[in-house]
């Protein structure tokens, strides 16, 4: 078993910057891959970026590529979503996920693949 815990939401003027943390505890996380999702309000849950376990591999949707960063800290048990260049279009609530994996480079970005889901940080940005 699992538990992520997110923080770092908050409200941010569009251009501003936010770093999101997910806290992983109860299993191994080396051996999870990681990702960051989001759902707007009316709108379906959406990728956003993963990361392997070993780190060495990540996917980032089109809307973020080159505004945000994930990255993860296996001595902390701990992935961030560092995200630049805000738009109000990236208003939503914002999950962490994990899913077990065997392949140290794996990293998915279909949403059932991941078992374990935290329970979400809001983002807000203004225009």
């Known amino acids: 078993q699992v538990q992520l815990v997110e923080s770092g939401g908050g409200l941010v003027q569009a251009g501003g910057s936010l770093r999101l943390s997910c806290d992983s505890s109860g299993s191994t996380y080396s051996m999870f891959v990681m990702g960051w999702f989001r759902q707007a309000p009316g ?17 980032y949707a089109d809307p973020v590529k080159g505004r945000f960063t994930i990255s993860r800290d296996s001595a902390k048990n701990t992935v961030y979503l560092q995200m630049n260049s805000l738009k109000p ?10 899913a077990f994996t065997l392949n140290n480079n794996n990293y998915y970005t279909a949403a059932e693949y991941y078992s374990y889901w935290g329970q979400g940080t809001q983002v807000t940005v203004s225009s």
């Open 43 to 59: 709108k379906e849950r959406e990728f956003v970026t993963t990361i392997s376990p070993s780190g060495r591999n990540s996917e």
């Open 89 to 98: 279009e990236d208003t939503a609530v914002y999950y962490c996920a994990a």
